[in-house]
């Protein structure tokens, strides 16, 4: 990551700022990521997603892990689940967040998530769910239920210090920290607490920005999760180009504002996958050139309006919300990614073996060229899209 | 640093790696073979008990339950003239499988994942399905026979030095910078799952300053890195591709025939310093 993600160091105290430069200096990164759906809709636990990321033990340090996973609230399924991390128990945070909450949301449940005490991680932080619905006042009555959850998140992350975040779905979560995967999950119980349709899960090997709680893969906005193996060149440009959206980079790692910019382009602007894949990792202009005129306008209007949301470096992400989940690398690939199909089960991996000691029958097996997405859809959805293409034509 | 990790870095390679009379029981050797069982096992324990099996006298070693450890095959160096080993993979392999190869024969029954051959000396790698990226990268000699597809960047900076020839057969079909910074070898692309369809290939052969590659099946002049020309197959070439396509057709039971059969574009680097102008002050 590069620099930029100083300035907010700063704003937020100089404590965290001072154990940066002490932190060991590492050339390469290999996260491992993980994602699994079943396209029917069927839920299960955790187990699935902790094995493979444990197969992949050697692509993380135990700086880092995490998982998300989808449909694991239903009996809270109409309600925003807000995930909060509290830094170092710092209770103050936690009675600003409480009033915070109170004024800007209906409260139905606020409880602390279920840990395990005998998990061996070191320091966790306070992390709190809270239920909620909007309750929106004057002007912003004016938004969408999602856009005002996204600005009191904003509000909580930049404006109550030691206070973040984790996620702010409806009927996911994000769970995280530092360690190695199966510590991270065994801390939240992930395998007998939660059943869900998706699990994305993450290794970390933190190489250019800390390896603290908040930092942990997946980044979350709404329901919007991404997990990030690589490294972010361009994360100046699309930061300050996400500003202007109103969103603000928090967490001291560069995936967060891959996070922001699916946020942006699918929930808000309603852009569908195949288009940003070619946003965020657009063909070159050699290849442009070559294509007929239609698709050359197509190419050429998308590197233009959307040049500051190219991601440029080496990068493979996953990214899940409601009903679907879709895997995509850089355009010159520069980080693995492969994907694998059982029957209604897809899983998209850093390495097919960790896929393979999940389901070692695989029906299809297979790895998309760079720039290319491989998408998982849940069927309901895939007939909705279906209905509503149809409407256009 | 103790705020941001656990006691400090953990060691994810030498983390569970037990001694090697702790994992002896995984080995079974009998007479001059040895079935390694290594679903319980960590990379380094693999390799340190293929290379206890080796010094004991085993000439073939077979792996069970394969799941993705790193590095298979690398530490079967041995200074004295010693036999070669035969090492039979069930499961899946994982990153740089064969690294260093010293003149052994690996066979996977399955796919293999990415940097197959990487560096590698000598010996044989045959894979019985797809690889993933960096196959054969920078490898200096033996041979290398994938029945399916490989990944990005296939045979990067490949090399030769006099004797010493790699060689790569790929049945499939490539991804981008196939060949890229080739700078020795012989690598073979045969398109056989392709159905007559063109490769998709982009950037094949960018930077190529040394070797030959010879693409079997349709492919753009735009497909191709700028740095390298086609020319005219010679009868040293059909001499070349008849040897090693035929033992990969004999390998995998496909027709000698039909396979030869298709068109060869032969690709050959324009400079051997492509980028002298750019760097050269």
């Known amino acids: 990551m590069s620099m930029a993600g100083m300035d907010v160091r700063r704003v937020r105290g100089g404590a965290r700022g001072m154990r940066r430069e002490r932190l060991p200096d590492k050339e390469h990164q290999a996260c491992g990521l993980f994602g699994v759906i079943d396209r029917s809709g069927r839920r299960f636990g955790g187990r699935v997603a902790i094995e493979a990321v444990m197969n992949m033990r050697v692509r993380g340090n135990g700086l880092g892990a995490g998982f998300a996973a989808y449909g694991i609230y239903p009996e809270y399924k109409d309600y925003y689940a807000l995930h909060v991390m509290f830094q170092d128990w710092d209770l103050d945070a936690k009675r600003e967040v409480d009033k915070f909450l109170e004024a800007n949301f209906d409260i139905v449940c606020s409880e602390e998530i279920p840990t395990n005490p005998e998990a061996p991680v070191i320091d966790p932080p306070l992390i709190w769910r809270y239920f909620v619905m909007p309750h929106k006042k004057g002007e912003e009555r004016r938004l969408s239920d999602d856009d005002y959850v996204v600005k009191k998140v904003m509000h909580i992350n930049t404006k109550i210090e030691n206070a973040y975040v984790f996620s702010s779905g409806k009927d996911m979560g994000v769970f995280k920290g530092v360690g190695f995967p199966e510590e991270i999950a065994e801390y939240f119980m992930l395998e007998k607490e939660y059943r869900g349709y998706i699990w994305v899960a993450h290794s970390r090997f933190p190489t250019n920005t800390p390896g603290w709680w908040g930092g942990a893969h997946p980044f979350c906005i709404l329901d919007w999760t991404v997990v990030h193996n690589g490294e972010i060149s361009s994360y100046g440009t699309n930061k300050r180009y996400l500003e202007m959206y109103g969103y603000y980079c928090t967490l001291l790692t560069d995936t967060e504002v891959m996070a922001y910019a699916i946020d942006l382009l699918m929930r808000r602007q309603r852009l569908p996958i195949e288009i940003v894949a070619k946003i965020l990792a657009p063909p070159m202009w050699d290849h442009i050139d070559i294509m007929d005129e239609r698709q050359k306008r197509l190419y050429t209007t998308l590197r233009m309006v959307y040049a500051p949301l190219l991601i440029n470096g080496p990068w493979t992400i996953i990214v899940a919300h409601h009903g679907e989940m879709f895997g995509i690398t850089d355009r010159i690939r520069l980080r693995p990614i492969t994907a694998g199909e059982k029957g209604d089960l897809l899983f998209v991996s850093s390495e097919e073996a960790a896929i393979r000691a999940v389901c070692p029958d695989l029906d299809r097996v297979f790895t998309p060229m760079g720039g290319e997405p491989v998408v998982g859809r849940l069927k309901s959805r895939e007939k909705e899209l279906r209905r509503r293409a149809e409407e256009v034509v | ?281």
């Open chain 2, 1 to 281: 640093m103790v705020e941001y990790s656990i006691g400090g870095l953990r060691d994810m390679f030498l983390g569970n790696v037990r001694r090697l009379k702790e994992i002896l029981k995984y080995a079974k050797i009998s007479s001059d073979v040895a079935e390694i069982d290594a679903s319980n096992l960590v990379h380094k324990e693999v390799n340190d008990l293929m290379r206890y099996c080796a010094l004991q006298g085993v000439r073939r070693i077979v792996l069970k339950g394969v799941r993705g450890q790193r590095y298979i095959g690398t530490r079967l160096y041995f200074p004295d003239p010693r036999p070669k080993l035969e090492i039979e993979i069930h499961g899946f392999p994982g990153n740089d499988l064969g690294a260093f190869l010293d003149g052994h024969r690996i066979v996977v029954y399955g796919n293999a994942q990415d940097g197959v051959g990487n560096t590698m000396d000598s010996g044989e790698i045959v894979i019985y399905g797809q690889a993933g990226d960096v196959v054969a990268m920078s490898m200096r000699g033996g041979r290398i026979f994938i029945r399916d597809d490989v990944g990005y960047r296939t045979a990067i900076h490949m090399k030769e030095y006099r004797d010493k020839v790699p060689v790569l057969v790929v049945g499939g079909t490539a991804q981008d910078f196939f060949g890229e910074y080739m700078a020795g070898g012989r690598v073979v692309l045969l398109g056989l799952n392709l159905d007559d369809k063109p490769h998709r290939a982009r950037y094949i052969d960018t930077g190529m300053h040394g070797g030959i590659m010879y693409i079997r099946g349709r492919v753009e002049p735009w497909q191709l890195g700028k740095e390298v020309g086609i020319v005219d197959m010679e009868a040293e070439d059909w001499k070349f591709i008849e040897k090693h396509v035929g033992d990969f057709c004999e390998i995998f039971g496909i027709k000698e025939d039909e396979v030869l059969g298709g068109s060869f574009l032969k690709l050959k680097p324009v400079t051997k310093r492509p980028y002298g102008k750019v760097y050269a002050y």
